[in-house]
Protein backbone atom coordinates (compact mmCIF):
# COMPACT_ATOMS: atom_id res chain seq x y z
CA UNK A 1 0.00 0.00 0.00
CA UNK A 2 0.98 3.74 -0.17
CA UNK A 3 2.14 5.69 2.00
CA UNK A 4 -0.67 6.39 5.25
CA UNK A 5 -0.74 8.82 8.03
CA UNK A 6 -1.51 7.26 11.69
CA UNK A 7 -3.48 8.89 14.23
CA UNK A 8 -3.34 6.91 17.84
CA UNK A 9 -6.50 5.60 19.33
CA UNK A 10 -5.49 4.71 22.47
CA UNK A 11 -2.72 2.29 21.86
CA UNK A 12 -3.97 1.32 18.87
CA UNK A 13 -2.73 3.24 15.66
CA UNK A 14 -5.26 3.90 12.78
CA UNK A 15 -3.34 4.22 9.52
CA UNK A 16 -4.55 6.66 6.61
CA UNK A 17 -3.32 5.35 3.09
CA UNK A 18 -2.79 9.03 1.69
CA UNK A 19 -3.81 8.41 -1.99
CA UNK A 20 -7.29 9.11 -1.06
CA UNK A 21 -9.61 11.55 0.53
CA UNK A 22 -12.00 11.66 3.99
CA UNK A 23 -15.35 12.14 4.81
CA UNK A 24 -16.64 13.21 8.11
CA UNK A 25 -18.35 10.13 9.18
CA UNK A 26 -15.29 8.49 8.84
CA UNK A 27 -15.33 6.58 4.98
CA UNK A 28 -12.21 6.95 2.79
CA UNK A 29 -13.24 8.59 -0.86
CA UNK A 30 -10.73 7.11 -3.66
CA UNK A 31 -11.55 8.37 -7.23
CA UNK A 32 -11.65 6.07 -9.83
CA UNK A 33 -12.63 7.24 -13.42
CA UNK A 34 -15.66 9.81 -13.01
CA UNK A 35 -16.76 8.49 -9.63
CA UNK A 36 -15.77 7.94 -6.31
CA UNK A 37 -15.21 4.86 -4.26
CA UNK A 38 -16.42 4.72 -0.27
CA UNK A 39 -15.15 2.76 2.37
CA UNK A 40 -14.94 2.84 6.08
CA UNK A 41 -11.61 4.38 7.51
CA UNK A 42 -9.67 2.52 10.16
CA UNK A 43 -11.38 4.68 12.58
CA UNK A 44 -14.72 3.51 11.71
CA UNK A 45 -13.26 -0.12 11.81
CA UNK A 46 -11.47 0.25 14.82
CA UNK A 47 -14.61 1.02 16.62
CA UNK A 48 -16.83 -1.20 15.26
CA UNK A 49 -14.22 -4.36 15.22
CA UNK A 50 -15.84 -7.28 13.68
CA UNK A 51 -18.84 -6.43 11.30
CA UNK A 52 -21.04 -8.93 11.31
CA UNK A 53 -23.88 -7.64 9.36
CA UNK A 54 -24.29 -4.80 6.82
CA UNK A 55 -27.72 -3.40 4.69
CA UNK A 56 -28.43 -0.69 2.49
CA UNK A 57 -31.82 0.93 3.06
CA UNK A 58 -31.72 2.32 -0.61
CA UNK A 59 -31.80 0.54 -3.91
CA UNK A 60 -29.46 2.06 -6.35
CA UNK A 61 -29.02 3.72 -8.53
CA UNK A 62 -30.31 6.51 -6.06
CA UNK A 63 -29.85 10.20 -5.80
CA UNK A 64 -29.15 11.16 -2.08
CA UNK A 65 -27.99 14.08 0.07
CA UNK A 66 -24.87 14.46 2.26
CA UNK A 67 -25.98 12.89 5.54
CA UNK A 68 -29.30 11.00 4.66
CA UNK A 69 -30.07 7.65 6.39
CA UNK A 70 -28.62 4.84 3.88
CA UNK A 71 -28.24 1.69 5.70
CA UNK A 72 -27.13 0.17 8.91
CA UNK A 73 -24.26 -1.91 10.13
CA UNK A 74 -23.85 -4.71 13.56
CA UNK A 75 -20.24 -5.68 14.62
CA UNK A 76 -18.88 -7.19 17.36
CA UNK A 77 -18.72 -3.93 19.37
CA UNK A 78 -21.65 -1.82 18.09
CA UNK A 79 -24.57 -1.19 15.77
CA UNK A 80 -25.16 1.96 13.48
CA UNK A 81 -27.28 3.69 11.17
CA UNK A 82 -25.05 4.79 8.18
CA UNK A 83 -25.57 7.85 6.69
CA UNK A 84 -24.09 9.26 3.06
CA UNK A 85 -21.00 10.86 3.17
CA UNK A 86 -21.64 13.70 0.54
CA UNK A 87 -24.70 14.55 -1.98
CA UNK A 88 -24.75 12.46 -5.19
CA UNK A 89 -25.69 9.31 -7.41
CA UNK A 90 -24.97 6.06 -5.80
CA UNK A 91 -24.11 4.54 -8.56
CA UNK A 92 -23.78 0.52 -6.93
CA UNK A 93 -23.07 -1.09 -3.79
CA UNK A 94 -20.52 -3.71 -3.16
CA UNK A 95 -22.75 -6.64 -3.50
CA UNK A 96 -20.39 -9.23 -1.79
CA UNK A 97 -20.54 -7.55 1.59
CA UNK A 98 -23.92 -8.59 2.03
CA UNK A 99 -23.28 -11.85 2.37
CA UNK A 100 -20.34 -11.52 4.18
CA UNK A 101 -19.41 -8.52 5.22
CA UNK A 102 -16.12 -9.89 6.65
CA UNK A 103 -13.74 -7.90 4.32
CA UNK A 104 -14.72 -4.40 5.75
CA UNK A 105 -12.53 -6.19 8.33
CA UNK A 106 -9.48 -8.05 5.87
CA UNK A 107 -9.16 -5.27 3.47
CA UNK A 108 -11.09 -1.60 4.67
CA UNK A 109 -8.74 0.30 1.91
CA UNK A 110 -9.47 -2.62 -1.21
CA UNK A 111 -11.95 -5.82 -1.33
CA UNK A 112 -14.01 -4.05 1.38
CA UNK A 113 -15.18 -0.62 -0.44
CA UNK A 114 -18.66 -0.07 0.35
CA UNK A 115 -20.16 1.60 -2.78
CA UNK A 116 -19.81 4.10 -5.50
CA UNK A 117 -21.18 7.56 -6.29
CA UNK A 118 -20.75 10.49 -8.20
CA UNK A 119 -20.80 13.20 -5.73
CA UNK A 120 -21.82 16.15 -6.88
CA UNK A 121 -19.78 17.90 -4.29
CA UNK A 122 -16.71 17.37 -2.93
CA UNK A 123 -16.78 17.98 0.63
CA UNK A 124 -14.23 15.51 1.61
CA UNK A 125 -10.76 16.27 3.33
CA UNK A 126 -7.08 15.62 2.45
CA UNK A 127 -5.94 12.82 4.76
CA UNK A 128 -3.90 15.41 6.82
CA UNK A 129 -7.08 17.23 7.45
CA UNK A 130 -8.68 14.36 7.97
CA UNK A 131 -6.30 13.61 11.20
CA UNK A 132 -6.96 16.77 12.13
CA UNK A 133 -10.39 16.22 12.37
CA UNK A 134 -9.77 13.00 14.44
CA UNK A 135 -8.17 14.90 16.93
CA UNK A 136 -11.15 17.37 17.60
CA UNK A 137 -13.38 14.32 17.51
CA UNK A 138 -11.62 11.57 19.21
CA UNK A 139 -12.59 12.99 22.98
CA UNK A 140 -16.29 13.00 22.41
CA UNK A 141 -16.14 9.39 20.62
CA UNK A 142 -14.48 8.41 23.72
CA UNK A 143 -17.18 10.13 25.97
CA UNK A 144 -19.86 8.43 23.51
CA UNK A 145 -18.62 5.24 24.38
CA UNK A 146 -18.16 5.29 27.69
CA UNK A 147 -21.45 7.06 28.50
CA UNK A 148 -23.52 4.53 26.48
CA UNK A 149 -21.64 1.90 28.67
CA UNK A 150 -22.23 3.05 31.70
CA UNK A 151 -25.67 3.12 31.32
CA UNK B 1 -51.40 -40.56 20.49
CA UNK B 2 -48.82 -37.19 19.97
CA UNK B 3 -49.27 -35.74 16.83
CA UNK B 4 -45.60 -34.80 15.13
CA UNK B 5 -44.71 -31.52 15.45
CA UNK B 6 -43.06 -29.19 12.93
CA UNK B 7 -40.66 -26.94 13.42
CA UNK B 8 -39.11 -24.53 11.23
CA UNK B 9 -35.91 -21.80 11.86
CA UNK B 10 -35.45 -19.42 9.72
CA UNK B 11 -31.68 -18.44 9.61
CA UNK B 12 -30.75 -15.03 10.38
CA UNK B 13 -29.02 -12.12 8.03
CA UNK B 14 -26.36 -11.49 9.55
CA UNK B 15 -23.31 -13.63 10.46
CA UNK B 16 -22.98 -13.05 13.84
CA UNK B 17 -21.30 -15.82 14.69
CA UNK B 18 -22.99 -16.64 18.31
CA UNK B 19 -25.95 -16.55 16.66
CA UNK B 20 -25.20 -19.14 13.50
CA UNK B 21 -23.83 -21.16 16.49
CA UNK B 22 -27.69 -21.05 18.23
CA UNK B 23 -29.15 -21.79 15.08
CA UNK B 24 -27.72 -25.16 14.27
CA UNK B 25 -27.40 -26.24 18.34
CA UNK B 26 -31.13 -25.86 18.44
CA UNK B 27 -31.18 -28.32 15.10
CA UNK B 28 -28.72 -30.45 16.59
CA UNK B 29 -30.73 -31.11 19.45
CA UNK B 30 -33.74 -31.34 17.73
CA UNK B 31 -32.33 -34.23 15.86
CA UNK B 32 -32.17 -36.34 18.77
CA UNK B 33 -35.68 -35.93 19.54
CA UNK B 34 -38.11 -38.07 18.17
CA UNK B 35 -42.00 -36.89 16.39
CA UNK B 36 -40.27 -33.73 15.21
CA UNK B 37 -39.68 -32.86 11.57
CA UNK B 38 -37.38 -29.91 11.60
CA UNK B 39 -37.25 -27.38 8.47
CA UNK B 40 -34.25 -24.85 7.83
CA UNK B 41 -35.26 -22.15 5.70
CA UNK B 42 -33.20 -18.66 4.73
CA UNK B 43 -34.47 -15.45 6.38
CA UNK B 44 -38.52 -15.73 6.61
CA UNK B 45 -38.72 -11.98 5.82
CA UNK B 46 -36.37 -12.43 2.57
CA UNK B 47 -38.24 -15.51 0.86
CA UNK B 48 -40.33 -15.01 -2.23
CA UNK B 49 -43.88 -15.20 -1.85
CA UNK B 50 -43.35 -18.32 -5.30
CA UNK B 51 -40.21 -19.53 -4.03
CA UNK B 52 -38.92 -22.85 -2.66
CA UNK B 53 -39.31 -22.10 1.09
CA UNK B 54 -42.53 -20.14 1.03
CA UNK B 55 -43.96 -23.30 -1.15
CA UNK B 56 -42.49 -26.14 1.94
CA UNK B 57 -43.75 -23.93 4.39
CA UNK B 58 -47.09 -23.98 2.65
CA UNK B 59 -46.78 -27.81 2.59
CA UNK B 60 -46.54 -28.22 6.37
CA UNK B 61 -49.86 -29.18 7.98
CA UNK B 62 -50.74 -29.28 11.41
CA UNK B 63 -48.83 -27.05 14.05
CA UNK B 64 -46.30 -25.31 13.51
CA UNK B 65 -43.19 -23.68 15.49
CA UNK B 66 -41.42 -21.18 13.85
CA UNK B 67 -38.22 -19.91 15.10
CA UNK B 68 -37.00 -16.52 13.60
CA UNK B 69 -34.25 -13.24 14.79
CA UNK B 70 -37.90 -11.51 14.12
CA UNK B 71 -40.39 -10.52 16.89
CA UNK B 72 -43.31 -12.99 17.22
CA UNK B 73 -45.60 -10.84 15.17
CA UNK B 74 -43.46 -10.17 12.81
CA UNK B 75 -43.08 -13.97 11.92
CA UNK B 76 -46.74 -14.63 12.69
CA UNK B 77 -47.92 -11.84 10.28
CA UNK B 78 -45.72 -12.82 7.23
CA UNK B 79 -46.43 -16.63 7.50
CA UNK B 80 -50.43 -15.19 7.05
CA UNK B 81 -49.83 -13.29 4.34
CA UNK B 82 -48.37 -16.32 2.39
CA UNK B 83 -51.57 -18.29 3.53
CA UNK B 84 -50.04 -19.77 6.37
CA UNK B 85 -52.56 -18.89 8.99
CA UNK B 86 -53.74 -20.57 11.78
CA UNK B 87 -54.51 -19.84 15.77
CA UNK B 88 -51.71 -17.87 17.34
CA UNK B 89 -50.06 -20.31 19.65
CA UNK B 90 -48.53 -19.21 22.66
CA UNK B 91 -45.62 -19.70 23.52
CA UNK B 92 -43.99 -18.86 27.37
CA UNK B 93 -40.62 -18.41 25.57
CA UNK B 94 -40.20 -14.55 24.60
CA UNK B 95 -38.07 -11.78 24.76
CA UNK B 96 -40.63 -9.32 25.82
CA UNK B 97 -42.58 -8.19 29.28
CA UNK B 98 -46.18 -10.26 29.73
CA UNK B 99 -47.55 -7.20 31.63
CA UNK B 100 -48.11 -5.20 28.11
CA UNK B 101 -50.93 -7.80 27.43
CA UNK B 102 -53.03 -6.66 30.00
CA UNK B 103 -53.25 -3.03 29.00
CA UNK B 104 -54.23 -4.54 25.58
CA UNK B 105 -57.06 -5.91 26.81
CA UNK B 106 -58.23 -2.65 28.70
CA UNK B 107 -57.97 -0.75 25.05
CA UNK B 108 -61.44 0.47 23.60
CA UNK B 109 -63.24 -1.95 21.57
CA UNK B 110 -63.11 -1.97 17.88
CA UNK B 111 -63.59 -4.45 15.31
CA UNK B 112 -60.60 -5.64 14.32
CA UNK B 113 -59.74 -7.36 10.73
CA UNK B 114 -59.25 -10.85 12.39
CA UNK B 115 -62.62 -10.89 13.93
CA UNK B 116 -64.03 -11.58 10.67
CA UNK B 117 -61.93 -13.96 9.96
CA UNK B 118 -61.82 -17.81 10.07
CA UNK B 119 -58.98 -19.59 10.88
CA UNK B 120 -57.21 -23.13 9.99
CA UNK B 121 -58.17 -25.41 12.74
CA UNK B 122 -54.05 -25.85 13.74
CA UNK B 123 -51.85 -23.52 15.83
CA UNK B 124 -48.47 -21.86 14.62
CA UNK B 125 -45.95 -20.56 17.39
CA UNK B 126 -43.73 -18.13 16.62
CA UNK B 127 -40.67 -17.74 18.63
CA UNK B 128 -38.13 -15.21 18.51
CA UNK B 129 -34.44 -16.40 18.77
CA UNK B 130 -33.37 -13.43 20.44
CA UNK B 131 -35.40 -14.98 23.58
CA UNK B 132 -32.56 -17.20 24.86
CA UNK B 133 -29.09 -17.30 24.18
CA UNK B 134 -29.53 -21.19 24.99
CA UNK B 135 -30.29 -23.82 22.58
CA UNK B 136 -31.70 -25.72 25.62
CA UNK B 137 -34.00 -23.47 26.07
CA UNK B 138 -35.65 -23.84 22.98
CA UNK B 139 -35.34 -27.44 22.68
CA UNK B 140 -37.45 -27.54 26.30
CA UNK B 141 -40.04 -24.70 24.91
CA UNK B 142 -41.01 -26.72 21.72
CA UNK B 143 -41.57 -30.46 23.53
CA UNK B 144 -43.45 -28.21 25.95
CA UNK B 145 -45.58 -27.24 23.22
CA UNK B 146 -45.92 -30.72 21.66
CA UNK B 147 -46.90 -31.67 25.29
CA UNK B 148 -49.41 -29.23 25.30
CA UNK B 149 -50.18 -30.50 21.55
CA UNK B 150 -51.26 -34.06 22.58
CA UNK B 151 -53.78 -33.22 25.26
CA UNK B 152 -56.02 -31.09 23.31
CA UNK B 153 -59.40 -33.13 24.07
CA UNK B 154 -59.45 -31.01 27.03
CA UNK B 155 -61.23 -28.44 24.86
CA UNK B 156 -63.86 -30.87 23.92
CA UNK B 157 -64.71 -32.30 26.92
CA UNK B 158 -65.72 -28.32 27.47
CA UNK B 159 -68.01 -28.73 24.21
CA UNK B 160 -69.63 -32.02 26.03
CA UNK B 161 -70.08 -29.66 29.19
CA UNK B 162 -72.03 -27.48 26.81
CA UNK B 163 -69.41 -24.58 27.35
CA UNK B 164 -68.85 -24.28 23.81
CA UNK B 165 -66.78 -21.32 22.48
CA UNK B 166 -67.76 -19.51 18.94
CA UNK B 167 -65.03 -20.87 17.10
CA UNK B 168 -66.13 -24.25 17.87
CA UNK B 169 -69.84 -23.48 16.79
CA UNK B 170 -67.85 -22.51 13.57
CA UNK B 171 -66.07 -25.78 13.54
CA UNK B 172 -69.24 -27.69 14.36
CA UNK B 173 -71.60 -26.22 11.82
CA UNK B 174 -68.57 -25.86 8.91
CA UNK B 175 -66.01 -28.25 9.66
CA UNK B 176 -62.58 -26.87 7.42
CA UNK B 177 -60.41 -29.77 7.91
CA UNK B 178 -57.68 -27.56 6.63
CA UNK B 179 -55.06 -29.45 8.28
CA UNK B 180 -55.56 -32.58 5.82
CA UNK B 181 -54.88 -29.62 3.04
CA UNK B 182 -51.18 -29.90 2.45
CA UNK B 183 -49.59 -30.08 -1.08
CA UNK B 184 -48.44 -33.54 -0.34
CA UNK B 185 -50.75 -36.07 0.70
CA UNK B 186 -49.75 -36.73 4.37
CA UNK B 187 -47.29 -39.49 4.38
CA UNK B 188 -47.57 -42.57 6.56
CA UNK B 189 -45.36 -41.66 9.04
CA UNK B 190 -45.33 -42.69 12.42
CA UNK B 191 -45.81 -40.25 15.23
CA UNK B 192 -43.22 -41.09 17.23
CA UNK B 193 -40.76 -41.94 14.29
CA UNK B 194 -36.87 -40.27 14.77
CA UNK B 195 -36.63 -36.21 13.79
CA UNK B 196 -36.19 -35.70 10.42
CA UNK B 197 -34.18 -32.59 8.62
CA UNK B 198 -35.13 -30.72 5.47
CA UNK B 199 -32.84 -28.11 4.51
CA UNK B 200 -33.98 -25.17 1.99
CA UNK B 201 -31.75 -23.04 0.39
CA UNK B 202 -33.18 -19.67 -1.81
CA UNK B 203 -30.76 -17.48 -3.40
CA UNK B 204 -33.10 -13.93 -3.27
CA UNK B 205 -32.06 -10.97 -2.27
CA UNK B 206 -33.12 -9.27 0.43
CA UNK B 207 -36.14 -7.78 0.44
CA UNK B 208 -38.41 -4.50 2.78
CA UNK B 209 -42.38 -4.37 2.58
CA UNK B 210 -44.72 -4.01 5.26
CA UNK B 211 -46.89 -6.39 7.20
CA UNK B 212 -49.87 -6.18 8.31
CA UNK B 213 -50.92 -7.32 11.73
CA UNK B 214 -54.59 -8.28 11.58
CA UNK B 215 -55.29 -9.51 15.15
CA UNK B 216 -54.80 -4.89 15.43
CA UNK B 217 -55.82 -3.52 11.66
CA UNK B 218 -59.15 -1.90 11.47
CA UNK B 219 -59.62 -1.33 8.12
CA UNK B 220 -59.23 2.55 8.23
CA UNK B 221 -57.54 2.73 5.08
CA UNK B 222 -55.04 5.56 6.31
CA UNK B 223 -51.78 3.29 5.00
CA UNK B 224 -53.57 3.02 1.36
CA UNK B 225 -54.07 7.11 1.35
CA UNK B 226 -50.83 7.67 2.91
CA UNK B 227 -48.62 5.51 0.39
CA UNK B 228 -47.63 7.03 -2.82
CA UNK B 229 -46.12 3.94 -4.34
CA UNK B 230 -49.09 1.71 -4.50
CA UNK B 231 -48.03 -0.97 -1.99
CA UNK B 232 -51.55 -1.18 -0.87
CA UNK B 233 -54.85 -2.38 -2.51
CA UNK B 234 -57.68 -4.09 -1.33
CA UNK B 235 -59.67 -7.84 -1.41
CA UNK B 236 -62.63 -8.64 -3.14
CA UNK B 237 -64.00 -8.09 0.50
CA UNK B 238 -62.36 -4.59 0.60
CA UNK B 239 -59.90 -5.54 3.51
CA UNK B 240 -56.78 -3.89 3.31
CA UNK B 241 -53.71 -5.89 2.12
CA UNK B 242 -50.07 -5.52 1.01
CA UNK B 243 -51.11 -5.94 -2.54
CA UNK B 244 -47.09 -4.79 -3.68
CA UNK B 245 -45.02 -5.65 -1.29
CA UNK B 246 -42.29 -4.89 -3.85
CA UNK B 247 -43.31 -1.70 -4.91
CA UNK B 248 -42.12 -0.46 -1.16
CA UNK B 249 -39.46 1.85 -1.10
CA UNK B 250 -36.49 0.12 0.86
CA UNK B 251 -35.86 1.56 4.37
CA UNK B 252 -39.23 3.55 4.07
CA UNK B 253 -41.46 2.72 7.28
CA UNK B 254 -43.24 6.25 6.99
CA UNK B 255 -46.81 4.37 6.27
CA UNK B 256 -45.78 2.34 9.93
CA UNK B 257 -45.86 5.66 11.68
CA UNK B 258 -49.31 7.08 10.03
CA UNK B 259 -50.90 3.90 11.28
CA UNK B 260 -53.67 4.16 13.72
CA UNK B 261 -53.45 0.66 15.44
CA UNK B 262 -49.73 0.43 14.85
CA UNK B 263 -50.53 -2.40 12.82
CA UNK B 264 -47.90 -2.49 10.21
CA UNK B 265 -44.85 -4.06 10.75
CA UNK B 266 -41.08 -3.63 9.21
CA UNK B 267 -39.84 -6.46 10.77
CA UNK B 268 -36.45 -5.42 9.53
CA UNK B 269 -36.44 -1.69 11.35
CA UNK B 270 -34.19 -0.48 14.21
CA UNK B 271 -36.82 0.71 16.14
CA UNK B 272 -38.77 -2.20 18.00
CA UNK B 273 -42.26 -0.81 18.34
CA UNK B 274 -41.91 -0.29 13.95
CA UNK B 275 -40.68 -3.95 14.03
CA UNK B 276 -43.02 -5.22 15.96
CA UNK B 277 -42.37 -5.54 19.07
CA UNK B 278 -45.13 -5.38 21.91
CA UNK B 279 -43.13 -3.05 23.58
CA UNK B 280 -39.96 -1.06 22.99
CA UNK B 281 -36.85 -2.80 23.64
CA UNK B 282 -33.69 -1.26 25.18
CA UNK B 283 -30.32 -2.21 22.71
CA UNK B 284 -27.62 -3.64 24.32
CA UNK B 285 -25.08 -2.32 22.20
CA UNK B 286 -23.65 1.08 21.76
CA UNK B 287 -25.56 3.22 19.21
CA UNK B 288 -22.93 4.89 17.14
CA UNK B 289 -25.50 6.65 14.64
CA UNK B 290 -24.18 10.09 16.51
CA UNK B 291 -21.07 9.64 15.47
CA UNK B 292 -21.61 8.10 12.21
CA UNK B 293 -23.92 11.57 11.38
CA UNK B 294 -27.38 11.38 12.65
CA UNK B 295 -29.16 14.73 12.33
CA UNK B 296 -30.55 15.91 15.82
CA UNK B 297 -34.07 16.72 15.58
CA UNK B 298 -37.20 17.04 17.65
CA UNK B 299 -40.04 16.06 15.05
CA UNK B 300 -43.57 13.88 15.62
CA UNK B 301 -43.60 11.05 14.20
CA UNK B 302 -46.34 12.67 11.69
CA UNK B 303 -43.54 15.17 10.61
CA UNK B 304 -40.53 12.06 10.34
CA UNK B 305 -43.53 10.09 7.78
CA UNK B 306 -44.10 13.13 5.87
CA UNK B 307 -40.64 13.66 5.59
CA UNK B 308 -39.55 9.98 4.99
CA UNK B 309 -42.08 10.03 2.17
CA UNK B 310 -40.65 13.36 0.61
CA UNK B 311 -37.42 11.62 0.52
CA UNK B 312 -38.55 8.63 -1.24
CA UNK B 313 -40.55 10.07 -3.73
CA UNK B 314 -37.87 12.43 -4.64
CA UNK B 315 -35.26 9.67 -5.04
CA UNK B 316 -37.81 7.91 -7.54
CA UNK B 317 -37.69 11.46 -9.43
CA UNK B 318 -41.11 12.89 -8.36
CA UNK B 319 -42.40 15.63 -6.42
CA UNK B 320 -42.18 15.94 -2.88
CA UNK B 321 -45.77 16.56 -1.00
CA UNK B 322 -44.66 17.26 2.28
CA UNK B 323 -47.08 17.21 4.97
CA UNK B 324 -50.31 16.92 3.67
CA UNK B 325 -54.00 17.64 4.64
CA UNK B 326 -54.62 14.06 5.76
CA UNK B 327 -51.74 14.20 8.17
CA UNK B 328 -51.72 17.33 9.40
CA UNK B 329 -55.11 16.97 10.76
CA UNK B 330 -54.02 14.32 12.62
CA UNK B 331 -51.25 15.65 14.78
CA UNK B 332 -51.41 15.23 18.30
CA UNK B 333 -49.59 18.69 18.47
CA UNK B 334 -52.55 20.31 16.99
CA UNK B 335 -55.08 18.51 19.32
CA UNK B 336 -56.53 20.57 22.08
CA UNK B 337 -56.17 19.65 25.72
CA UNK B 338 -59.79 19.27 25.88
CA UNK B 339 -58.94 16.15 23.83
CA UNK B 340 -56.72 14.53 25.59
CA UNK B 341 -57.55 11.07 26.85
CA UNK B 342 -57.06 9.50 30.26
CA UNK B 343 -53.50 8.45 29.79
CA UNK B 344 -52.26 12.48 28.95
CA UNK B 345 -54.09 13.79 32.07
CA UNK B 346 -52.76 11.11 34.19
CA UNK B 347 -49.01 12.30 32.31
CA UNK B 348 -49.78 15.80 32.97
CA UNK B 349 -50.61 15.34 36.31
CA UNK B 350 -47.40 13.07 36.96
CA UNK B 351 -45.54 16.32 35.59
CA UNK B 352 -47.19 18.58 37.70
CA UNK B 353 -45.72 16.53 40.84
CA UNK B 354 -42.39 17.45 40.10
CA UNK B 355 -40.80 14.58 41.48
Known amino acids: MSDSLVFLMGEFEARFPTDRQYARNHMWALPVDDRWRFGFAAYAVRLLQDVYFLDWTIDAPAQIHIKQEMGAIES ?15 LHFNEELLADP ?3 NVD ?3 NGWLF ?17 YLGEVWEVTQRTIKGQMNE | MPKRINVVLSQGQSNNPAKRKLEEDIVTALLMEVGIDVTVIPHLYDLAPDGTGMLALQGVSGNLVVHSWMYERAARWILDRNSIAGHCGVTLLTAEDEEDEDDETEQEQKDRVLDGR ?29 AEEATQVVDLMNWVGGNAKPEQLERFAQPTNDTALGSQPPAAKPDSGPAELFR ?10 PVIDYSRCTNCMECIDFCLFGVYGVDRVETILVEQPDNCRKGCPACSRVCPENAIIFPQHK ?43 VMAGRQAVGMDD ?30
Open chain 1, 76 to 90: KKAESTLYAPATGNI
Open chain 1, 102 to 104: SAI
Open chain 1, 108 to 110: KYG
Open chain 1, 116 to 132: EMQAVRDEFLAPEEYIE
Open chain 2, 118 to 146: QLPNRKIYCIDLRSSKQAAEFVAEIKRIA
Open chain 2, 200 to 209: IEETGGRRWY
Open chain 2, 271 to 313: TPAIAGADVAAGSMKIDLSRLFGAPEGTEDAFEVAARERDEQL
Open chain 2, 326 to 355: LLARRQPSTVADSDKDELDSLIDELDDLNL
